[in-house]
Nanobody
Framework: QVHLVESGGGSVQAGGSLRLSCVYS????????VAWFRQAPGQEREGVAA??????TTYYAASGKGRFTVSQDKNKVYLQMNSLKPEETAMYYC?????????????????????WGQGTQVTVSS
C-alpha cells in the first residue's frame, strides 16, 4: 500500500523560505513520479513541481520557476520554496504515481497521479 506523508509547512513572512518534505513508501518499483500541488481556499488544485525519481528529471510550473526547487533523496522528495508570496498561501500536497508521466507542453494534472498525501499548510504573511 502506497503512503505519502508531507511535512515542513508553516508560517513565514513574504520573501521567506520553506522546505517541504514528502516521504513515500509502498511502491513496487523504485522509479516513480512525485509531484507537489497546492490548493488555496476556493481555488482549484494547482501543480507546482514534479520529479521523476528514475532520472531526476524535474518539471516546474511557471509560477515557481527560479524560486522553487524539487529534489529527491531515496524515498524522500523535497520542495524548497524561496521568495514566497502571500498569494502562495495554500495547502500543499504531495502526489505520486508509478513510473513517469509525460507533461511536455502542458500543466500537471491531478489525474496524472493516483496517490496523495494529506497535505501541509503553508501560510505567507505580508
Amino acid at each position: 500500500q502506497v503512503h505519502l506523508v508531507e511535512s515542513g509547512g508553516g508560517s513565514v513572512q513574504a520573501g521567506g523560505s520553506l522546505r517541504l518534505s514528502c516521504v513515500y513508501s509502498g511502491f513496487a518499483y523504485p522509479t516513480n513520479s512525485v509531484a507537489w500541488f497546492r490548493q488555496a481556499p476556493g481555488q482549484e488544485r494547482e501543480g507546482v513541481a514534479a520529479i521523476y525519481t528514475g532520472y531526476g528529471t524535474t518539471y516546474y510550473a511557471a509560477s515557481g520557476k527560479g524560486r522553487f526547487t524539487v529534489s529527491q533523496d531515496k524515498n524522500k522528495v523535497y520542495l524548497q520554496m524561496n521568495s514566497l508570496k502571500p498569494e502562495e498561501t495554500a495547502m500543499y500536497y504531495c502526489a505520486a504515481r508509478p513510473g513517469g508521466v509525460a507533461v511536455a507542453g502542458r500543466s500537471l494534472r491531478e489525474t496524472d497521479f493516483g496517490y496523495w498525501g494529506q497535505g501541509t499548510q503553508v501560510t505567507v504573511s505580508s
